[in-house]
């Protein structure tokens, strides 16, 4: 995550801060306040890469496993 460092979160605010970052996306909004930091995205998809990964933490720290995703690309080399 840009600003925030979600290493020192606990798994409640890592809640709270998934949460924010949801609402923020849903409504189109790229600019979310968490406890004392203001953190601006570029683009929906940098939050929904930061959603993501929140997830995956608060997957982990519950003794969960983290999910893999993997991304193929062909090309014909023109």
Do not use: P, W
């Amino acid at each position: 995550m840009a600003d925030i460092d979600t290493d020192l979160l606990t798994v409640d605010e890592k809640r709270e801060l998934l949460k924010e970052l949801k609402q923020a996306l849903y409504t189109g909004a790229r600019r979310i306040r968490f406890n004392d930091r203001d953190v601006t995205y570029q683009h929906t998809s940098d939050m929904r890469m930061a959603v993501k990964a929140l997830q995956d933490d608060i997957r982990c720290s519950q003794g969960g496993r983290r999910q893999t995703v993997v991304s193929t690309t062909f090309s014909r080399g023109f």
